[in-house]
């Protein structure tokens, strides 16, 4: 069964660095997404990618945060200078053409320190 | 007001119970309704869409009331397995975001 995958499950980082999070959406899907959950919260949109454009973001998308679809098959998510309050984990996720079920890869945890 | 609210729990329950889980959404223009499963530090991962109609999958049966903006989940037979925090999920367009209640959670002992 095809899913999606993300690299690396556990990154750690001192505060100001820049990380950058890997998705590998599934291979026919249309819409790539990055959401976030904060240890104990709820999860959150932060963006949608459709057709090599951000068709939305979310108020915690500020310009800290990028996105960008290298190649065919990579989905990535560039925090610029990373906070203590960006620690979380980060889920990729995508969809195809039913627009229905929305797969979420494993997620990356972020650690900032 | 939250755009989708959940009673967080915990629902601690035996195996065999019936437990119904409830949510209310914000947005009258919503399209889309789910249940979404989520164990603990994993992804969530989609348990039912929820029609108007109401429909069931096995123990699962979801309700939507679009008048009251409410939607429902009822699990009969609670299995070990069945643990887990369930999030209620709203699309307001084809295509774009979800939008997550922060979940309900669930123990169900031996």
């Known amino acids: 069964e095809p899913e999606v995958t993300q690299t690396p499950s556990h990154q750690v980082t001192q505060m100001g660095q820049e990380v950058i999070l890997r998705c590998v959406p599934i291979s026919n899907h249309l819409y790539f997404y990055w959401y976030r959950q904060i240890l104990g919260q709820k999860v959150e949109f932060l963006v949608s990618?459709?057709?090599?454009?951000?068709?939305?973001k979310s108020e915690i998308f500020d310009d800290q945060f990028s996105v960008e679809r290298p190649d065919g098959s990579n989905f990535t998510l560039k925090i610029r200078s990373t906070k203590l309050e960006d620690s979380a984990m980060y889920f990729c996720?995508?969809?195809?053409?039913?627009?229905?079920?929305?797969?979420f890869g494993p997620g990356t945890r972020l650690t900032v320190l | 007001r939250k755009e989708v609210e959940q009673d967080p729990g915990p629902f601690n329950v035996p195996e065999g119970a019936t437990v119904a889980f409830n949510c209310t959404y914000s947005?009258?223009?919503?399209?889309?309704f789910f249940w979404y499963r989520q164990d603990c530090r994993k992804e969530p991962k989609l348990l039912m869409s929820?029609?108007?109609s109401g429909n069931e999958d096995g123990r699962f049966t979801a309700q939507l009331n679009r008048a009251s903006q409410y939607i429902s989940l009822l699990i009969r037979d609670s299995k070990l397995s069945d643990s887990a925090t369930y999030l209620c999920v709203v699309r307001n367009q084809a295509g774009t975001a979800l939008i997550f209640g922060k979940g309900t959670t669930l123990s169900v002992s031996s």
């Open positions: 929820v029609y108007s």
């Open positions: 996720a995508s969809i195809g053409e039913s627009y229905n079920e929305q797969f």
């Open positions: 990618f459709y057709n090599n454009e951000i068709s939305e």
């Open positions: 947005n009258s223009a919503s399209q889309s």
